[in-house]
């Protein structure tokens, strides 16, 4: 008589464990691929207050600046160069970011309203004409950015809010922070660099 393997326990036993571990990796499986799927699709990778201070451009000034607020009309005009002096009689220094980073993108389109031609030919044109007082100095990275204006009495600039210390004063921009409802300037996630 031939040798039955569905009546030996011994292979209904192996066959059960094989079932389960076959179950158990398609579950491991479907959960790294899940959160993989969902992590980087809808970034749920990263936790809430991350993305929103990632999203957030804060206006930032040196610590002795006794500005603590400005009207949008107010920062465009200092960023577009036809403020030189604050209300203290100190020199205003505009810093930016170099060409390539999404801050800059968005203060080109949220403050200046322009693109980086119309952005350039601004500052050639008011600077040849006199009428900037102001040409912006452009530094290649968030930090070098946060330094410049620690160290320079009437530098005004911005950071990702993710970015600001305690080296660096935060101002209002139509009397909201960044974070607070309604706030206006807004940068996408950041990506590698």
Same mark, same amino acid.
């Given at each position: 008589?031939?040798?039955?393997?569905?009546?030996?326990?011994?292979?209904? $036993?192996?066959?059960?464990?094989?079932?389960? &571990?076959?179950?158990?990796?398609?579950?491991?499986?479907?959960?790294?691929?899940?959160?993989?799927?969902?992590?980087?699709?809808?970034?749920?990778?990263?936790?809430?207050?991350?993305?929103?201070?990632?999203?957030?451009?804060?206006?930032?000034? %040196?610590?002795?600046?006794?500005?603590?607020?400005?009207?949008? &009309?107010?920062?465009?005009?200092?960023?577009?160069?036809?403020?030189?002096?604050?209300? %203290?009689?100190?020199?205003?220094?505009?810093?930016?970011?170099?060409?390539?980073?999404?801050?800059?993108?968005?203060?080109?389109?949220?403050? !200046?309203?322009?693109? =980086?031609?119309?952005?350039?030919?601004?500052?050639?044109?008011?600077?040849?004409?006199? =009428? /900037?007082? /102001?040409?912006?100095?452009?530094?290649?990275?968030? =930090?070098? /950015?946060?330094?410049?204006?620690?160290?320079?009495?009437? &530098?005004?600039? !911005?950071?990702?809010?993710?970015? /600001?210390?305690?080296?660096?004063?935060?101002?209002?921009?139509?009397?909201?922070?960044?974070?607070?409802?309604? !706030?206006?300037?807004?940068?996408?996630?950041?990506? $590698?660099?």
């Amino acid at each position: 008589m031939p040798w039955d393997c569905r009546s030996d326990s011994r292979f209904k $036993n192996l066959m059960q464990m094989l079932r389960r &571990a076959h179950v158990l990796l398609i579950l491991v499986c479907a959960a790294l691929l899940g959160r993989a799927l969902l992590g980087s699709s809808f970034g749920f990778a990263q936790a809430p207050e991350q993305s929103a201070t990632e999203r957030n451009l804060a206006i930032v000034v %040196n610590l002795s600046n006794p500005v603590n607020g400005l009207a949008m &009309a107010d920062l465009r005009r200092v960023f577009l160069g036809e403020r030189g002096h604050w209300q %203290n009689g100190r020199r205003i220094t505009l810093v930016m970011l170099e060409r390539g980073w999404p801050e800059r993108d968005a203060v080109l389109s949220g403050i !200046y309203h322009m693109d =980086e031609s119309e952005f350039n030919n601004h500052f050639l044109h008011g600077l040849f004409t006199g =009428e /900037v007082f /102001v040409s912006p100095k452009t530094l290649s990275t968030p =930090e070098g /950015v946060r330094k410049f204006i620690f160290n320079v009495p009437g &530098a005004i600039g !911005y950071l990702r809010a993710s970015d /600001v210390d305690k080296t660096v004063k935060v101002i209002r921009i139509d009397e909201r922070l960044p974070g607070d409802k309604g !706030y206006k300037l807004h940068v996408p996630p950041r990506e $590698n660099r």
